[in-house]
Structure formats: structure tokens, C-alpha cells
């Protein structure tokens, strides 16, 4: 197959030298093999006769037996080893026939075979995925040909189908499909199935749990891997970036003015993705709902960002051509498994929703997740305190101020710095049980390096926030406090903010001036900020709170 020559040509040569070390390895296991047949033939033709060469023959023949064994063994590993496969929904061609029309034509603009298969995933970032092992009966190309027959899958940022358009995302595929080329090559495609193999033997051998021998052994088949890893590491990075330039060579023949501005909304979509998720669902999955249709809330989300930010101003006024996501027959359905998918991925759950994993619509938001985080948290907070009876905002604000002045007459024991470190732990095993229900309710199955069922543990690698400090804890529940008084005594509401999260609003104006007394009673136990604040909305401090 054609393809840029210099990039494509750099790459077979960086492929050929990841298999010389392949065949290196396998003429090291063979040598002692080799010297042991040649001594036996001589013995046999009465050549090489005498008690040295009889002596030398057993020595020879009692090595070559167990490196034989060691490297069959350590062959076999590799052979079974799965690669890693990226958690995904996959896509098929009756899900999306115009998707996949789109990308094949796309191929055969660029004269590559087209991917086998279409799949997304919760990031803003796209490849190519080899899934050979995986993949039964999916293919792209047109029945009743050939062409594409193992060739990798496309996985695509969800996020792209719902912020760009048709035009856009074809832009921003490109240089991607473009790569399926240089894979196609012989050459290239057993360089990587080598250093795969590697990669998930290495993996299996440091997983591997049991009798000392077997351990062993498997210590030995990781090492060799990781020897041949890093034999081999600096020519597979080498070949990567040859073929990922092949590709953009020759996907410059394609859309490539229209890519530029597909590069920015790239940027945009990350920024907008990235703030749903720390902002908007996370606060979600931790009270046990997952918000169902994520895509469709980071296009709300860059909208409101294109609203406030000058930077972003002319974006929005795309949104009247047609966007990438109705490539999808049902974009509702394929939202809603992302969504479950990012939310089980990023902050891990049960596999399958149920009455404490339960989906929630951007419409019953502000009460199924606001109004019940306000609500925890207040009751987290009087706990703290060890309030009885039916708790005041009065009597928080009273009982703070004094905190701050650790030898104070209403001061918990040490200070605002002790009520911050209790309720830190209460949260603490909060988190820990929730995991632990996780846990026995079912976890995802997503597979590690090594594979071979290996699973990603609820919530495990990904964290989507750093921790937050004792202060910064003890501020959040203050404000929740100050935020169900508000809902119950001043004809509040809690609603959502599509760049912050959870937001107060107070006759259909979102009030976002309660951060500065909040920080003044927590870090300084100063109350008159906050108490202005209370008496200009018209909260009544004295009243009770309704708690969970």
C-alpha cells in the first residue's frame, strides 16, 4: 500500500529492529539447543569422539533442557497474555450507519483501510486500538470485501459527537484514520503485537499470587519481558511517532484548513468535560445517582462558558449547524451507557444501576443531588458539633465563633481544627463504606495490563479531585448549612450551575457571594460577615433546620 514515504519507510526500519530483538531472544533460548545437536551429530558420525567430547556433550544437552524449558514457559506467557483494552461502548454499524459511512468514506479518501469497528469513550482524546483478540464478526467495510479485516478499532471522545459538528469531527479524525495505513504494514503490525505481549506479560507476572515456585517463575518470565522491553523501548516509540507522522502527511489532503479550527473546539470541549466532571457529576456519584446524559451536559456547559467568557464568544453560534452526535440513530441511549460507563470509570459503583445507584435527569438535579448533598452535610456538621434537639443556623454561627478560640466557653475540644479533623474521619468512613457496598454490589470489569480477568477496583486510578484540606471541608458544610436555612426560611432553591456545580438561587438569581463570610466565620470565627449576609437575604437564623 502507498503511503508518505519517509515517515512510513522510518517506521518499517524501527519496526525490523523491535523484531531483531525478538529474534535475538529467541537465538539466545535456541543456542545452547543448537551446541548440543551439533555435539550429539558429532558423536554419532564418530567425529567428535573421546571422553572430553562425551563429558562436554552431557554438559551441553543438561543446559539446553531447561533454557528449552524456561524459554517455552516464558513463550507461553506472552502467548496468553491479553493486552489491555480500554474500557468503551462499543458502537455498531446499525447504531450509526451515517458514523460509519462517514469514517469509511473518510478511508477511502485517504486510501487506507478502514477501521473494524467504531467505539466510544468517556475522554476528550481519540486513537486507534488494536482489538484483534477481542473483536468477533465486527467489520466496516462494505460486505463482500476484504478490505479492513483486522484492522484496529476507531475509539472516539464522546464529548467530540455532542460539541462539533458533522464537518469538525470528520476534520478531527482524520490524521487517526489516516494511521490504519502504516498498521496495515506486516512488519509494523508483529513490532506491536510483540511489545503488547511483552507489556501484558510483565503485567500477569507481577499479579500472579500463589506457592512460592510459581511465583518464581513467573518472577523470571517478568524480568525477561521487562529485559526485552526496555531492549526494544527506544525503536517502538521511535516507529509510534513514524507512523503517527505518515499519518498526518497524508491526512493533509483532507479538510486540513477546517482541522485548525477543530483543534480549538478540541481544547474547549477538554475544559468544558473536565468541569462537568469535577464540578457537576462527581458531586452526584457521591450521593449515589449518575447524571444520565453527560454528553448533553458539556454542550450546556461550553454554552455557558461561551456566554461568560469573551475568549469563547462566537463558538456557541455553531450550534445551529448539525452536530456530530445525530451521526447516531439513538444519541439519548448511547449518552445514557457513556454517562454509566464515565461514572463507574472516574468514581466507581455497582455495574448495573439500582436503588442506591440510581440514574438522575438534568431536570430533577437541584433536588435529587443538591438539595440531598446540603442536606448530609448540615447533618455531618451538627454531628461534629454534637448538637441536640433541633439544630439552628444560630446556634452553628454561635457555637463557630467560638471554635475559632480554642480556649473559648463554646469551643469544641481543640478548636475549629478538631471539628474540621471529625468531620474529616466521618467522611472518611463514609467513602469507605460506600466502597465497600460497591464493592459487593459488583464491580466493573475493566481490564488492567495482563488482562485475564483482571478488574479496575470501584473508583481505583482515577481520581477526579485532590483532597481537600480540614478548613476547606469545614467551609463546604458551613455553607450547607447556610444554604438549607435559605431554601427553608427564605424561599431558596437549590439549582445547578453548569460550570460550579451546585448552586443557591434566590428569586431566580443564583447568589454567589457566600463563599467570603463562609471563609471569614471558618478561618477567622469572625460572624458579622455572615450574619449581614443572613439578614440581607432574610434567612432565619433561628429556626430549625431540616436535616436528612
Request: with cysteine; charged share 25%.
Amino acid at each position: 500500500m502507498a503511503v508518505p514515504e519517509t515517515g512510513a519507510r522510518s517506521a518499517r526500519d524501527h519496526a525490523l529492529a523491535v523484531l531483531r530483538v525478538r529474534g535475538a531472544a529467541l537465538g539466545a533460548a535456541l543456542l545452547p539447543a543448537a551446541v548440543a545437536v551439533v555435539l550429539l551429530a558429532g558423536g554419532a558420525t564418530g567425529h567428535l569422539r573421546g571422553d572430553g567430547w562425551d563429558a562436554l556433550r552431557w554438559t551441553a544437552a543438561a543446559v539446553a533442557v531447561p533454557v528449552l524449558a524456561a524459554a517455552a514457559g516464558v513463550a507461553a506467557v506472552i502467548a496468553r497474555a491479553r493486552p489491555a483494552v480500554s474500557p468503551t461502548v462499543q458502537i455498531d454499524e446499525s447504531a450509526a450507519p451515517d458514523l460509519y459511512r462517514l469514517i469509511r468514506d473518510l478511508a477511502d479518501r485517504l486510501d487506507v483501510p478502514a477501521p473494524s469497528a467504531i467505539a466510544l469513550t468517556p475522554d476528550c482524546d481519540s486513537w486507534l486500538e488494536d482489538r484483534a483478540h477481542t473483536t468477533r464478526g465486527r467489520r466496516l467495510p462494505r460486505p463482500g470485501t476484504a478490505r479492513g479485516a483486522g484492522a484496529p478499532v476507531l475509539v472516539v471522545g464522546s464529548p467530540f459527537l455532542w460539541w462539533m459538528r458533522v464537518a469538525e469531527l470528520r476534520a478531527l479524525l482524520a490524521p487517526i484514520v489516516a494511521g490504519t495505513g502504516p498498521s496495515a504494514h506486516p512488519d509494523i503490525a508483529a513490532a506491536r503485537r510483540f511489545v503488547r505481549g511483552l507489556d501484558a506479560a510483565a503485567a500477569v507476572a507481577v499479579a500472579v499470587r500463589g506457592p512460592v515456585p510459581k511465583r518464581l517463575a513467573y518472577d523470571f518470565t517478568g524480568w525477561v519481558s521487562r529485559l526485552l522491553l526496555r531492549a526494544g523501548a527506544s525503536h517502538a516509540a521511535e516507529m509510534e511517532r513514524m507512523v503517527a507522522a505518515a499519518a498526518a502527511v497524508r491526512a493533509q489532503t483532507v479538510d486540513y484548513g477546517l482541522r485548525v479550527v477543530a483543534q480549538e473546539q478540541v481544547g474547549l470541549a477538554y475544559a468544558g468535560w473536565d468541569r462537568l466532571l469535577t464540578r457537576v457529576a462527581l458531586p452526584a456519584w457521591r450521593t449515589g445517582r449518575w447524571p444520565a446524559r453527560l454528553d448533553a451536559g458539556v454542550v450546556s456547559a461550553l454554552t455557558e462558558l461561551s456566554r461568560r467568557d469573551r475568549l469563547a464568544e462566537g463558538f456557541a453560534t455553531r450550534l445551529g449547524e448539525r452536530p456530530a452526535c445525530d451521526l447516531l440513530e439513538e444519541p439519548g441511549e448511547v449518552d445514557r451507557q457513556i454517562s454509566l460507563l464515565a461514572a463507574r470509570l472516574f468514581h466507581g459503583g455497582p455495574a448495573e444501576p439500582g436503588p442506591d445507584w440510581a440514574q438522575v435527569d438534568w431536570q430533577e438535579y437541584p433536588e435529587e443531588v443538591v438539595d440531598r448533598i446540603w442536606r448530609s452535610e448540615a447533618a455531618r456538621l451538627f454531628a461534629a458539633l454534637r448538637a441536640e434537639g433541633n439544630p439552628t443556623l444560630a446556634e452553628l454561627v454561635d457555637r463557630l465563633a467560638g471554635a475559632a478560640a480554642p480556649d473559648g466557653p463554646d469551643a469544641p475540644s481543640g478548636g475549629a481544627d478538631a471539628l474540621a479533623a471529625r468531620i474529616g474521619a466521618d467522611l472518611a468512613r463514609e467513602e469507605a463504606a460506600r466502597a465497600g457496598a460497591a464493592r459487593e454490589a459488583g464491580a466493573i470489569p475493566l481490564p488492567v495490563p495482563g488482562g485475564d480477568g483482571a478488574l479496575l477496583p470501584p473508583g481505583g486510578g482515577f481520581p477526579l479531585q485532590p483532597p481537600r484540606s480540614g478548613r476547606e471541608l469545614l467551609a463546604e458544610h458551613i455553607t450547607a448549612a447556610v444554604c438549607c436555612a435559605a431554601v427553608d426560611t427564605a424561599g431558596a432553591a437549590p439549582g445547578l450551575d453548569w460550570l460550579d456545580g451546585p448552586a443557591l438561587f434566590i428569586d431566580g438569581e443564583r447568589r454567589a457571594d457566600l463563599a467570603r463570610p463562609v471563609l471569614a466565620l471558618a478561618e477567622e470565627g469572625d460572624p458579622r460577615p455572615l450574619r449581614d449576609w443572613l439578614a440581607a437575604v432574610g434567612v432565619r437564623p433561628d429556626k430549625p433546620i431540616r436535616l436528612v
